[in-house]
T-cell receptor
Framework: DQQVKQNSPSLSVQEGRISILNCDYTNSMFDYFLWYKKYPAEGPTFLISISSIKDKNEDGRFTVFLNKSAKHLSLHIVPSQPGDSAVYFCAASYIYSGGGADGLTFGKGTHLIIQP | NAGVTQTPKFQVLKTGQSMTLQCAQDMNHNSMYWYRQDPGMGLRLIYYSASEGTTDKGEVPNGYNVSRLNKREFSLRLESAAPSQTSVYFC????????????FGSGTRLTVV
């Protein structure tokens, strides 16, 4: 049973427009969420994260929104650029009360294609 | 360039053959990981090593063994390859266990026929 779901295998967006990538999760224990970006023939690279105590985190053109009640997060890229074409993975984890953390659970990924 | 180096980049094995995937990092990271990514799937953790001298099973450890040879190197061994192990394998490292900004290698594409 998938605990982290990315229901859109691919998304095509025009250059300059907003890209919105969605992610849903089922495990209510998750309290830390991340997005990774992956180019072909390369490993994933960390993009942005958000803690469950926040509902928004922004880093330049990238913003992640978290809706805990809906168990939903989204990644917004504004404006979209050709170099943003990649596969984006949503991932989740939880932090133990003692301060340690557990491993990441990844979604299947969404292939974002930025069209000129 | 500093980072995580995986060898080989591509490999084709026959069912039943064995092989070892090599991984080395030069960032003095304490923790290292092996993931597999199947087509249309997210990454799944096979094994991890919190620090030199320790290894632990991840989500999908069956059919694999690992060795943390030293702080730099973490190898993954397939003793008797099966077609179900056809996948892309990623090694990663981080300064602390489960640090979110892990550095990933570029992957090994393994096909078992």
């Amino acid at each position: 049973d998938q605990q982290v779901k990315q229901n859109s295998p691919s998304l095509s967006v025009q250059e300059g427009r907003i890209s919105i990538l969605n992610c849903d999760y089922t495990n209510s224990m998750f309290d830390y969420f991340l997005w990774y970006k992956k180019y072909p023939a390369e490993g994933p690279t960390f993009l942005i994260s958000i803690s469950s105590i926040k509902d928004k985190n922004e880093d330049g053109r990238f913003t992640v929104f978290l809706n805990k009640s809906a168990k939903h997060l989204s990644l917004h890229i504004v404006p979209s650029q050709p170099g943003d074409s990649a596969v984006y993975f949503c991932a989740a984890s939880y932090i133990y009360s003692g301060g340690g953390a557990d491993g990441l659970t990844f979604g299947k990924g969404t292939h974002l294609i930025i069209q000129p | 360039n500093a980072g995580v180096t995986q060898t080989p980049k591509f490999q084709v094995l026959k069912t039943g053959q064995s092989m070892t995937l090599q991984c080395a990092q030069d960032m003095n990271h304490n923790s290292m990981y092996w993931y597999r990514q199947d087509p249309g799937m997210g990454l799944r953790l096979i094994y991890y090593s919190a620090s030199e001298g320790t290894t632990d099973k991840g989500e999908v450890p069956n059919g694999y063994n690992v060795s943390r040879l030293n702080k730099r190197e973490f190898s993954l061994r397939l003793e008797s390859a099966a077609p179900s192990q056809t996948s892309v394998y990623f090694c990663a490292s981080s300064e602390q266990l489960w640090a979110w900004t892990s550095t990933f290698g570029s992957g090994t594409r393994l096909t078992v026929v």
